[in-house]
Nanobody, 114 residues
Framework: QVQLVESGGGLVQPGGSLRLSCAASGIIFSIYTMGWYRQAPGKQRELVAAITLHGTTNHADSVKGRFTISRDNAKNTVYLQMNSLKPEDTAVYYC????????WGKGTLVTVSS
């Protein structure tokens, strides 16, 4: 059974930082492209960042220079370091695992507000 479990969300003030984690089980983690997506209220889900099995990363323009995706294959975990958070970063953040098919976590809420 595949499980992706996100953690690390919460309430943070503008300019603050959070680190999201996604622990995977039930898959051969090292061969999957791992990604973080987000969905704000009333908006479509969008890609935030992704990292391939080779460690190649891709970040959305809206988060470049502020967010960093990384992975630890020994721990079957992917991370999203989020710095300089803005109110517009408020969303539910979802972990995704992609290789021939997609698996999704249940999401973790990030709220950026003063």
């Amino acid at each position: 059974q595949v499980q992706l479990v996100e953690s690390g969300g919460g309430l943070v003030q503008p300019g603050g930082s959070l680190r999201l984690s996604c622990a995977a089980s039930g898959i051969i983690f090292s061969i999957y492209t791992m990604g973080w997506y987000r969905q704000a209220p009333g908006k479509q889900r969008e890609l935030v960042a992704a990292i391939t099995l080779h460690g190649t990363t891709n970040h959305a323009d809206s988060v470049k220079g502020r967010f960093t995706i990384s992975r630890d294959n020994a721990k079957n975990t992917v991370y999203l370091q989020m710095n300089s958070l803005k109110p517009e970063d408020t969303a539910v953040y979802y972990c995704n695992a992609h290789w021939r098919m997609d698996y999704w976590g249940k999401g973790t809420l990030v709220t950026v507000s003063s």
